[in-house]
């Protein structure tokens, strides 16, 4: 699974230290989802695309590996 | 948030100040009673009574370490989320996976009094096992958020 939350977040110019504060986990965890490392749970997903205000299929989708 | 059974933050110092003082204790007894380790070996001399002096030392310096290393392993992260949940289950898993290679193996290649030994290192193997696989993973990823920190 991939996302941008990268990109979203120099749109709206917040930190991964912000971004984290927000949806309530570390800044290591921001850190490991943007750089694919771990996939979050739905309530995270679904928290993180509020903060940027968009649905969540917006801001992740699958990729091919996902669907083997 | 799910009630997650873990102790608070802070307990993880007490965890460390009861292992690091079971040394000194431990040393210390071990000068006055060189022989003390006797005394709860039910098969030497004047050893077997359950509770003489040296066992019940040898019980309170066991569980000293113990309840150390619990509460160690235990304590919650200072943000305890959902990642730190998986890295937690994921370092508990290889804990097991290591402790039971090693009792299989005790099993094979040893017999008599050296499987107690074994059974006595598989009391705090786990734990400890455990508690360096997830303190190095945790250090693992605070580190490399932290280079990407500086990279971007």
């Known amino acids: 699974m991939k996302n941008t939350i990268r990109i979203e977040r120099a749109v709206k110019n917040i930190t991964q230290a912000d971004l984290a504060e927000q949806v309530g986990v570390s800044r290591q965890t921001i850190n490991s989802i943007e750089s694919n490392k771990y996939i979050p749970s739905t309530v995270l997903a679904l928290k993180i695309a509020r903060v940027f205000e968009k649905g969540v299929e917006e801001i992740f989708s699958l990729e091919d590996s996902d669907l083997h | ?152």
């Open chain 2, 1 to 152: 948030m799910r009630t997650n059974y873990l102790f608070p933050f802070n307990s993880r110092y007490v965890g460390i100040g009861l292992v690091l003082l079971h040394v000194p204790i431990k040393l210390l007894w071990d000068s006055l009673y060189p022989k003390g380790d006797d005394y709860h070996d039910p098969t030497a001399e004047n050893g077997g009574f359950l509770f003489s002096t040296p066992h019940l030392f040898f019980i309170g310096t066991t569980l000293m370490v113990l309840v150390g290393l619990f509460l160690i392993a235990f304590s919650k992260e200072k943000i305890e989320d959902e990642q730190i949940v998986q890295l937690r289950l994921d370092s508990l898993r290889w804990a097991i996976y290591l402790n039971y290679v090693i009792l299989l193996f005790s099993l094979v290649f040893t017999h008599g009094g050296e499987s107690n030994h074994i059974l006595m290192l598989n009391i705090w193997l786990p734990l400890l096992f455990f508690i360096l696989r997830f303190q190095w993973v945790l250090y693992k990823q605070k580190r490399s958020a932290k280079s990407d920190e500086t990279r971007l």
